[in-house]
């Protein structure tokens, strides 16, 4: 019994550096990396306060698990206790610092999802891929192993025969259980007023990272009986208005291209086989600072006004907050996918799939990307692959051919690639060698952007933060201190844009080129006007040969995309189209009623399925909304239509991993006829 005491005095007292560590952790963490531009919505400190308490849970909990194992190790010896003890301080510490260095160079809490990154990819995020951001986390490293030494050095001295101290690690210890006690949970509640970020900021790293890992590797997995499958397969298509059959059951996204919308596309806009196509993915391009109703004013003069004379939908919703999202979704209306998206499965062979840029390869159209970072991360790559792109013109491909390298301001400094203006400068050249080559068919480019992404780094930085100062007096002065750099790439963006179609204009194939604008979800650091807002973004289609320009309301998604292009382009008049398709949006209507027709199911970057639009209620994070005129939603009471929503939400998540994991998002007519490409 005198020994039982004595090692919970011991384990106790050494436990309680763990506490203080972790306490140092935040300490630094707030003082040197918690950027200006991160909104909390109950200050600062409060949020300081709230992210030790949920570290302090996370202690209470290792604690108790830990107590069995360490006084087996204590009954042994207490040598081989104190050996081990230290090992896992010492690896402790080493986790914490690969936490934080993950989050505050990419603002995500680092879990499960670590299985479904390669290294080069999560040496990428931090920064190495392109010169390191090390000398950034000086504070981070320096401030934690120097206190982690001591507290190893220091506190088993200062424990050996202190009573003080003793009670004083008990009375730590006694704290954090009470915390955990009364709060019940190890997690903050994403909340309607903070944004995901400030969220994930108060979250334990370590207890995120760990309890996701225990979660994935002792999942069962997913068994879904054939008598559950037809019953979800039954009311999602119900739910629908689609048909179901035999056919259908094996297939469950699968309809008659006769079930998409179609347009009067003539009253506005002319197209043939000769048009070319340029589709712009835009990183953060956000409803919240472009057009008359932004929340935070119109900030991007040029594009609205190419939006005024465009045909318009400001009220767009991504599927997802990640940019993986988009490919998937804007070109093939694919589903979400599970851990980092579809475009990450690699469980076994891609799925087959029909695609807006495969139906184009057949038609004739050469299909290009353009993109001025690492074009393998997060899937791109390999996807723009499957679907028949011929060239790829990323970071690499520029340095070799044109033996340029990318504009990095300081090697400490992150930077995903070539700036989106420099980027524009070698698409035109790119331009210039096909016309060269006499080339005849017609184009589709797609290009993304990477500007408006953090660490929010620019050349002439300083230029574009007194411009957005100077332009933007609807914003208040502490709001411009705080955001200052993601504000001035607003206007880099939009400078961006306003050169690239002025060089476009120069150019003979202007008079025959579409151009299609959406972002790719909103812009993550600078606060949200409700929990819809990460998702909301613009839509436009712009073209010298428009006949007329109108701004429509309803809400749509990035699935819309392959349906509307399908449409527009008169691609079920071309003999080899596919007779049904997949995609979960069916495309615009062109209306104005600011409501959906289609549901439009949006998910996190971990792959989760957080919530469903359906008319004009949405159900998200379990809370059910009436969206109003600009994406502004209203708390609702209404248990049969969230009970609805509920299972709608439910059916899909199983259908999402079912045709996934099966190969069976599309038919076996159309995975004959439409190929994944093996690489070009």
């Not at 007194?466 to 609807?474: A, K, L």
């Not at 880099?492 to 002025?502: G, S, V």
């Given at each position: 019994m005198k020994k039982t005491i004595a090692f919970l005095h011991e384990y106790t007292k050494l436990?309680?550096?763990?506490?203080?560590?972790?306490?140092?952790?935040?300490?630094?963490?707030?003082?040197?990396?918690?950027?200006?531009?991160?909104?909390?919505?109950?200050?600062?400190?409060?949020?300081?306060?709230?992210?030790?308490?949920?570290?302090?849970?996370?202690?209470?909990?290792?604690?108790?698990?830990?107590?069995?194992?360490?006084?087996?190790?204590?009954?042994?010896?207490?040598?081989?206790?104190?050996?081990?003890?230290?090992?896992?301080?010492?690896?402790?510490?080493?986790?914490?610092?690969?936490?934080?260095?993950?989050?505050?160079?990419?603002?995500?809490?680092?879990?499960?999802?670590?299985?479904f990154f390669s290294f080069r990819e999560l040496l990428y995020i931090t920064g190495n891929e392109s010169g390191g951001v090390a000398q950034n986390f000086a504070a981070l490293y320096i401030?934690?192993?120097?206190?982690?030494?001591?507290?190893?050095?220091?506190?088993?001295r200062i424990s050996d025969g202190s009573r003080f101290y003793r009670y004083f690690s008990w009375a730590l210890i006694l704290c954090c259980s009470l915390l955990f006690l009364s709060r019940k949970k190890l997690a903050p509640n994403q909340k309607e007023e903070t944004n995901l970020i400030e969220t994930q900021l108060y979250s334990s790293k370590a207890s995120h990272f760990f309890v996701s890992i225990s979660d994935h590797l002792w999942s069962s997995g997913n068994q879904t009986s054939e008598e559950e499958l037809q019953r979800n397969v039954q009311f999602f298509r119900d739910h629908l208005g689609l048909q179901t059959g035999v056919a259908s059951s094996s297939v469950p996204f699968e309809y008659p291209v006769s079930e998409l919308h179609t347009n009067p596309w003539s009253e506005y806009l002319e197209v043939n086989d000769s048009t070319n196509f340029v589709v712009i993915f835009s990183e953060s391009l956000s409803s919240s600072f472009i057009g008359k109703d932004a929340h935070f004013g119109n900030m991007m003069p040029f594009l609205d006004s190419l939006a005024s004379q465009s045909l318009y939908w400001p009220n767009m919703l991504s599927i997802t907050d990640r940019t993986h999202g988009i490919f998937s979704?804007?070109?093939?209306?694919?589903?979400?996918?599970?851990?980092?998206?579809?475009?990450?499965?690699?469980?076994?062979?891609?799925?087959?799939?029909?695609?807006?840029?495969?139906?184009?390869?057949?038609?004739?159209?050469?299909?290009?990307?353009?993109?001025?970072?690492?074009?393998?991360?997060?899937?791109?790559?390999?996807?723009?692959?499957?679907?028949?792109f011929t060239n790829c013109i990323d970071d690499k491909y520029i340095k070799q051919k044109y033996g340029s390298d990318p504009k990095i301001l300081d090697q400490s400094e992150h930077s995903w690639g070539y700036f989106d203006q420099e980027l524009s400068r070698f698409y035109f050249k790119f331009l210039d060698e096909q016309a060269s080559k006499k080339q005849k068919q017609a184009q589709?480019?797609?290009?993304?952007?990477?500007?408006?992404?953090?660490?929010?780094?620019?050349?002439?930085?300083?230029?574009?933060?007194?411009?957005?100062?100077?332009?933007?007096?609807?914003?208040?002065?502490?709001?411009?201190?705080?955001?200052?750099?993601?504000?001035?790439?607003?206007?880099?963006?939009?400078?961006?844009?306003?050169?690239?179609?002025?060089?476009?204009?120069?150019?003979?194939?202007y008079q025959n080129t579409v151009f299609l604008i959406l972002g790719d979800h909103n812009l993550h650091t600078v606060g949200y006007k409700n929990v819809l807002d990460r998702y909301h973004v613009p839509f436009l289609i712009y073209s010298p040969k428009l006949k007329k320009s109108k701004q429509f309301n309803e809400?749509?998604?990035?699935?819309?995309?392959?349906?509307?292009?399908?449409?527009?382009?008169?691609?079920?008049?071309?003999?080899?189209?596919?007779?049904?398709?997949?995609?979960?949006?069916?495309?615009?209507?062109?209306?104005?009623?600011?409501?959906?027709?289609?549901?439009?199911?949006?998910?996190?970057?971990?792959?989760?399925?957080?919530?469903?639009?359906?008319?004009?209620?949405?159900?998200?994070?379990?809370?059910?909304?009436?969206?109003?005129k600009g994406l502004q939603i209203r708390p609702i009471q209404n248990d049969p239509l969230k009970d609805s929503l509920s299972r709608l939400l439910q059916s899909y998540q199983l259908l999402n991993r079912y045709t996934i994991e099966n190969d069976l998002i599309t038919s076996p007519i159309n995975k004959e006829n439409y190929q994944n490409a093996n690489g070009l």
């Open positions: 436990f309680s550096a763990v506490i203080f560590l972790l306490i140092i952790f935040r300490i630094i963490e707030y003082l040197f990396l918690v950027p200006d531009e991160i909104h909390f919505y109950e200050g600062k400190f409060r949020g300081f306060t709230y992210s030790v308490e949920f570290d302090l849970i996370f202690v209470s909990l290792c604690y108790l698990i830990s107590l069995l194992p360490a006084y087996l190790c204590y009954l042994l010896s207490r040598k081989v206790f104190r050996f081990f003890f230290y090992l896992f301080f010492i690896l402790f510490v080493l986790v914490l610092l690969i936490l934080n260095h993950f989050f505050h160079t990419n603002y995500l809490l680092l879990d499960k999802t670590v299985f401030g934690t192993i120097l206190p982690a030494l001591a507290l190893l050095i220091f506190i088993p979704a804007a070109l093939a209306g694919l589903p979400i996918g599970f851990e980092r998206g579809i475009l990450n499965y690699r469980e076994s062979k891609f799925p087959e799939h029909v695609s807006i840029p495969k139906i184009l390869h057949k038609k004739g159209y050469v299909n290009s990307f353009f993109y001025g970072g690492w074009s393998s991360y997060d899937g791109y790559r390999p996807f723009v692959d499957y679907n028949y589709f480019n797609l290009i993304l952007t990477l500007s408006l992404h953090s660490p929010f780094l620019l050349p002439d930085q300083e230029k574009y933060i007194q411009q957005t100062r100077q332009n933007n007096p609807q914003l208040s002065k502490d709001f411009l201190n705080n955001f200052e750099k993601p504000l001035s790439c607003i206007t880099y963006t939009d400078e961006f844009y306003r050169k690239f179609f002025q060089e476009y204009q120069r150019r003979p194939e809400i749509i998604s990035h699935w819309d995309v392959p349906a509307t292009l399908f449409d527009l382009m008169k691609l079920k008049q071309f003999p080899q189209s596919p007779g049904t398709v997949h995609w979960l949006g069916k495309g615009v209507q062109m209306k104005s009623q600011t409501r959906s027709v289609e549901p439009i199911f949006l998910g996190i970057y971990t792959g989760e399925h957080t919530g469903v639009l359906q008319g004009d209620h949405l159900l998200l994070f379990d809370k059910l909304y009436k969206v109003e």
